[in-house]
Each structure stands twice: as C-alpha cells, then as structure tokens.
C-alpha cells in the first residue's frame, strides 16, 4: 500500500450500530406467540391498505419479520422458482430496492420496470390487460403508480397478489407496517402481558396528503391501547390537516388525537417522534412544514426516538444519526424483514418458514 | 378487518379459466412423438426468421412448450448456470417479461438492457463490438431493434445464439411460433393421423407492414394442408397489402390465399380470427385497419377462436374476453412456454428436459 | 429449411479463437503460488484506487481470476445468497454487464439502478444516506458515477464494500487490473524465476483526463522490472499531458516514461501497444489523439500485441480483429473473470474456492 493516509480511506467496518443487531428483534420473537393461521389466510389477499388488516395478523407479520431479522442468512431459498414482478411506474429507488432486496434474500428472482414510458400503458393500453400479463408472468406483483386508483384496476384482473407500494397520495401500507414493527422492535413489552407505560407519538406531517401518514395512522387504530395520544403538528388549519372522515376514524378506535403547530412544545413529552416532510402528489413532491426540523439540540426525551420515513431533506439533521435517538436507520433495515414477512405469505410459502427455529 | 366492503376488493382467486389450464397442453403433448434430435440442431442456430424451420422441429418445440405448460413447476433448475442478455433497444415490456419469465421459470439469471440510449451504440459503437461484448458476459442474446438489420449484424459476430425478437417492420419469428402453438394447443387432431376438418383462417392485419403477421405467414407454409383458406382483411388495395414475393412464397406452398376488406363476411366462416392493428415503423407505431372491430356481436362462427398479438386497441372489445372465443390470454401464456421451449433447446440444455415424464 | 443460403446465416460456432481459450489461463496460474492472505485482508477493503494494493495481493488477484478462468463453469453458486447493488449514476452498458456477469456467474443477485434521474439523489438526498440505504439492502456496491467525490462520499458511510467502478477523470482500477492481468496472462514467464524480456510498452492516450489510464499507470508502478519503458503518445505538450505528480509517481517506482507525438516511430519497439481515445468528463466525453490509429499496415512488432479498454472508436481498426495482435477481445473476457477473483474477496467468499483443484 503506496500511502498509509489511503489505506485509512479504504479500510471499513462491518459491524452495525447495536440498535440495528439482534437483540431487539429476538426480544420481539419472544413476546409474541406463533399462530400460522392468520398467515395463511394472507395467501389470498391483495395488499392495498392499512384498512384490511386486523390485529392477530398484523402480530403475526412482525413476530415473522423478527425471525427473519435475528437470523438473516437462514432463509435464503423459501421463495425459490418465484418470480416478482417489480412495477415502478412513479420511479423510486429506495422502495423498490427495500422490495426487491426482500425478494432476493429469500432466493426469488426478479422482473424489474422502472420507467412508465417504455410500457404499453404509455401507448393506450389498460391496466386490466397490463395485469392480465402479469397473471401469465410472475407469482406477485409490486406496484407504484402516481395515480391513485391504477393498483385497484389491476386488481380486477390478477389472479396474484399485488402490494400497494405507493398509489398516488392515498397509501402505502407496507412503509406502515414497517413503522409500527420498528416501534415494538423497540418496546416488545408493549405487547406483553405486562406492559411499560403506553405511548406519546407526535407525527410531524400532513395526514391529508402523505400517503405514508395516512397509512399509519390506519395501523395505530389496531393498537389504542399502546398510543395514549397521538399530536399531529404542522402549520395547517385543522380543518384540511386532515381528509375527511380521518380524524373520525381514529377517534372512533379510541385515540386520542391532537393537533399542534409548536414542535418544541410537543417534543418533551413525545415517546416516539414521527417526521416527513415530503408529499407525493402526481409526478412530482411537495415539500410541508418547512419550519419544523429535528437536530441533536431539540427538546427531545432522554429515551425518546425518531422515525423517518427516507429520504430525508432539512427537517431531519445527520447531527441525530450517531444518537440513540436514531432508530429511522433501523426502521429502514427493518423494513426489508418486514417485507421478507409479508411477501412469504402472498406467495404462500409461510408454512416452509414458520416451523424452523 | 374493518371494512366488509374492503375485505371483498383485497380477495382474489388463483384459479384460472379452462383454456390456460393443463389439458389442451397435455393433449398436445400426446399428439407429437417425441424426437430430440430436431432439437438438438437449434443448438448452433440464431432464429432470426421464420423461415428457418422446418415442420418437424416445429412439433417437437410445440411438443416441448406443451410439456412445459403442462408442468409449469417442473423444470425449475434446468438453465442453472446461465444468463440471458436481454436486450430491447426498442422499448417493449410485453414482450421482454415474457422472454425474462421464460428464463426464471427454468432457473436461469438475466441481465437487461432496456434503453438503447444507455449503450455505446448511443456513442457510435458497432453492433459487432457489442456482439463480442456479448459473447464475454452471457449465454443467449434476445434482440428488439427497430432497425432491420441489427440482429444480422450482431450476427456476423457472435459464438452464443441471439433470438430476434422483432425488427423493425420485417420478423418476430417467436410470437409466430407462439400464434402457432396456441392453434394446435386447440386443435391437436390436425397433427394426428385422424384429423378434423381443416381451418379457415381469417387475418385483419397488413402483411406488407406487420413483422408478427409476416412471421405468421411464413409458419403457415409449414402446415398447408392445415388451412383450407387465408383470408387477409384490411382495406388496402391488394397492391400493397403484400410485400414483393410474400403471397408468392405463400401459393407456392399450396395456401390458397383471399384477400378482402369486408369483415362482417369473412367473420362466419373463419374458424380462427387473427387480428392486429399496430405496425411498429422506426421508433413509433401507426395503426391500420381502424375500421375492423370485433366483439361479442360480431358474427363469429360458434366455436371459432380469437387470437392477438397484444397489446390490443380498440379493435378487440374486452366483452369477448370473458367468452370461448377468448384464446388470446391463452396465447399470451403460451407464448412463455413456447419461449422456455427454445430457449432450452438453444443453450443445449433440451437433454435435460427431454427424458423427464 | 426452405433457403440454403438463409441455414447458412443462422449457423454459428461456439468456438473461441485460442488466445481466448484456457491455455494461457492456466499457464498463469502455475506461474504464481496460492496464498489466500493476500486475498483475506481485501475482505476488509474498498476498491477506490489502484494506489491501494500491492505486489503478493495483485499476483494473488491475478492468480484466482486465472482459475476462474481455467475453470469457467465451476464456481457458479460462490455467491450464493449474495445480493450486488449495481449503481451506474453514469450510464455504461459494458462495464455494468462485466460486472453482472462476473457476479451471476457465481451465483448472486443483482439489483441494478440504470438512472441517476430516478434517484432520491436527483431530488437532493445525500450520498451517505444512499450509502446508509445500501448497507441494508445489499453486500456490495458497485458505483460509477461522473462526480470524482462520490465514491469518496459513500465511503464514509458504507459497511458494505465498494468498487470504484470510473469517478469522473479520476481512477476506473478494475479495468486497470484487467489490463494488467492480460499482459500477465499473455506472458506469465514475466513473474517467474526465469522471466524472458521485459516488455516495452506504448501507451496512446492522455493520463491527464483519461482514468483508464491514470489507473494503468499506476499499477505498473508494482512491476517495475516488467516493463523497461513506457512510451505515452499523444499530440498534447509535456506540461498538461501528465496531471500534477502523475509522471513523478511514476519515476520514484523506478519506470522509465517517455512521451512521443510519433506512433510510427514508437510501434517498431514496443511489445504492448494499449491504446484508448476517449475521455468522460462530467456527462460525456471528450475524443483525444484522433490523429493516432492502429490497422493491420502498422509498423507492429512481430509478436506485439493491442489493448483496448474498449469501446472503440476509430483508432483500432477492425482489420486487426482477426490477427494475433488482438489481444483486446481476451482482454475484455478476462475482465470478467479479474471482477470475479475481486468480487469473491470482497464479500469474503474466497476461503471457499481458494481449495478447489
């Protein structure tokens, strides 16, 4: 080696920040008792929306995420001979390589469309034939289109299942399920019979426009138990921070939801702090609450910590990524695990994973 | 699940219609004596055109598709090893997932080049010097250009087979293969000692202009005896319907060829109904024949057969799709099949699969 | 077969000219001892420049990809379970199917990213939290992009490893180590007890702006016995065809470089003539010493032979393809096996084909 200074540069580590390892992940395994039915009613149900689930599932599909996370290299051929089809029409890197890593690890092999332009739909033809394709093609389908009602037309026609990975600004329930996974990776307990104290969640974002909060706020109404409130802050009026009927239905489930437009006043008491300042809305991206950003000065809680959705802008600063504060980087990990989950049961293959371990 | 409503959207059924399920292949199959020795010559041969064939390898490939088709999980390691360099210099997802599926579904791996503007074919490089490039990294090479005389030029230069798969306006020899297979998938007694009656074929298209009905003529002179009549609709003067010498190929193999612009005449005598409307000229497309539709009123012969191309316009109604005379889903689905049986055959992989059942 | 003419053209060989066959492979791979060390300590390593290796770990390189070579079709599941992240910001067909290939034909998967345009890059996330997303999804990253800084960036943030695979004018190493592996290859003599004469070697190209050769030269350094002169041609004045401190390198190991504006006068001497025209700045390229080509009529040494990083422009004319000089068709298929050597390492696979033969 020419230059010592060079070989600094070049060297690195493999080991991962302790929140990123096993030991939360097997914490999780153990909290939650292993019941394969309610997988297995997954292997005939399209993901569309946080709405479909219900709470045994949704346990379920975390406990399996946690197995497949505390031993990462022990599944690598339960989706052997299946093939994805990876549809992003809206492009996206960070979501199709979370599902397409998913896919691979499990030993799937993978169709990959990136542009919308190169496909027939470009030139006129309907998604109900394009679907009809996909039925001749692969086992599964992931799809992400700007226009909020193409994954339900396809719907129509597939005799596979297909993942919601994003329709315009209405879903995108995996990122959610990946969400609630990180905050009981974090707090196992919470679903113990012997549960710490529940959760103040203040979600820094716009409920009526980020698919991605719509989608959790869905998941939360399984677990009012867990949040004791949930404080939405932006600098919108109340009466469009919403949809309609969203608050209503939160509250229906029993949360108790607030509304703010002062962070530093929020913070102190926030268990977990949910940002993202981005919304998709056709091509292209709004940017919301520009005033609000996170760094290592906020008024944080000793314990608490961050989710974030990816990518990042301002509003979350780098100073917060060596803190223990940090679990969106685990999130982000997670979310691969939580796909290996759920994609196992769409092509059902549940009943080869469940009985190892 | 919340909504009773939602549970209904998010269901599907895996179950497919009669005619994609396993019994037409499997008559098929019984129809055809086996023989691998005709395979085996496609082992040092690019299919470049439909006229490269000859009847008995035909059979045993439809032979093969239909094993395939028959036991769509059987073979699911027999291109382990291999990888397919699929290149679509002209952009098309129909037709490149169905050759990627092909190669999934027998084990093997791929890599895609989807945008000819990526290459150094963009920056002046030869077809020859890519050719070479190909004969390094890869096992099999499927081709789209638009330009006529790229697959003859890589040609020239490659030590591992190319598939045309499509160019320009002249051949795609594998959707012939795949329009052919599909007619004897449902009519297996043409090729046995007692045959049925033979078929009217009826064909709205523009042989002059369209690669896949050209490709689809020149099959045809391998099974005169098979098709009674040919029927061309369109509403060109029959000067340029044709290409110099293409209706002369076809009545020197004994076809008798009509042509006609009037549909709704030709319609209750045909027994098969080929129809297409786009013609791919350059890097765009122009459709003919606006003119013909048909749909469930047309005055189709009671158990007469639709089959497309696809990706379809408003020449075929989707009120068909739903009844007998839909054998065009049929097609699309054969046609992976069809494509796992050449490209098996191909890479030299056809003593792998022949033995088996 | 209707056409005799037509059966000749679809025919091909699968036969390699000689040079490209497995004797010289294995003939490199006696001449250079195993010693797996070399090869562990790169487990722990970036590739970002040819500044970083030395003499036993470039043998030791050189060694297994011989093997591989000698051997092509015996490593295929070395990478089983490992997932490749195939960045290519700067769009490149070649070297991103070199890379492909060299990782399918040991048995991984690949996720690949075409466009820099559909990337969280394009709308402003930073490389270190792309580099915080690969570290979830994949084990290794290749990247080439037209900024000099970015590998640097990933850097920072990676416990993955990743192969700087051209950054701007700046270094492209593994295509360096494919040249170099060649020439080896060519004339293992040259590392043994009893080496025969070392080589003269004519460079034409600009090691200022050109990082192929920026890279080239350096590893030479490593081998300064090995080549008793470098000769660089090119039309440019001394003072800007060598980068601050290039040539000075180049001395303090001991080579002796030359430059000429006369390739006719320098070819009568020279035993390895590599030549290369182009140049990629930012976004495209730049063509240098246009005045400078190679055909079969130049003044070559009997037994000299030609490398080329390819792709080729008018420089190297093709009447040289089918002589003895050509060595750049061997060149461009050993770079497969060179990555597969280095990619093994990388991801610490090599203890499991470092035993077998």
New interface residues.
Partial sequence: ???PK??Q????????PDVQGDAHPKKLLRAIIEDGDHLAKLA??????S????RPTLLQLFRLAAKYEANP?RF?SSL??Q?L?SAFYE????TR??F??AW??L?G???????R????IA????L??VA??F????DCVVLRDSQESSV?EM?EA????IINAGNGTDEHPTQALADLYTIFKWRPDLLTDTPGAPLNLCLVGFPAKMRTVRSLLKLL?YFPEVFSTVTVVNDKSCSDMFAPGQLEQLEQFGLTVNTSDDLEQVLPDADVVYINAISWEGDS?KQYGKKYHLDASSPLKEDAIILHP????EELS?DLDGTHHNWY?SQ??GA?FLRMALLTCLVKRAERVLDVI
């Fill in positions: 080696m020419v230059d060079l070989e540069v070049v060297q690195f580590e493999r080991r991962r005939s149900q399209h993901i569309y929306s709405d479909q689930f219900d290299d690598s052997n001979g093939i089809i492009p996206s890197t960070r390589l979370s397409e890593s691979h690890r030993g092999d993978i169709m990959s469309i990136t542009d332009s190169t496909t027939g030139k006129g033809e309907s109900m034939d009809e394709m039925n001749n093609y692969g339900r719907m597939l005799r596979i299942p109404c991206f990816l990518a990042r802008g780098t980087f982000a990990r691969v």
